[in-house]
């Protein structure tokens, strides 16, 4: 299920600051590998650049979205992001992320792949040019 406009953004933001990428792709953390990748297709198509040229934030919610997909998507990642959860709660991301740099979130995963063809079906810029 995607959010509607009115939570959005408290969503991709999280609540006080943090964030949660189960919240951000919208998806229970019971979720399979294919629920997360669907998810992040819809959020992808919703949040691209392309269909949101006037709202200066789209960019940043992507990256969002990104992000949450990059881990989730890579089951080593999304094991210690659990852990984090379990064992920090709302503070997990912060946790997280002072273990991983960008490249360390990104490495290996299948991103590109997947925006690239939600890009080509609908005609919009590709990963590269978006994200540059």
Known sequence: MIP?????????KGNMGHKDFYQ???????????QIKEAYRNM???????RNAGDPDAAEKMKSV?????????????????????????AAYSHFRSGYTDQD??????I???FEEVARAFGMRGFDEVFK
């Not at 990104?66 to 709660?89: C, H, I, T, W």
């Not at 979130?105 to 299948?110: L, P």
């Open 4 to 12: 509607d406009r009115g939570t959005e953004e408290s969503e991709l």
């Open 66 to 90: 990104n992000e949450a997909y990059a881990v989730l998507s890579n089951p080593d990642k999304r094991k210690r992001y659990d852990a984090m959860q379990a064992q920090f709660g709302d």
């Open 112 to 114: 590109n792949q997947v």
């Open 44 to 50: 992808a198509l919703r949040y691209h650049p392309d």
């Open 24 to 34: 951000i792709l919208d998806v229970d953390k019971t979720a399979s590998a294919a």
């Open 105 to 110: 979130i990104f490495r290996g995963s299948d």
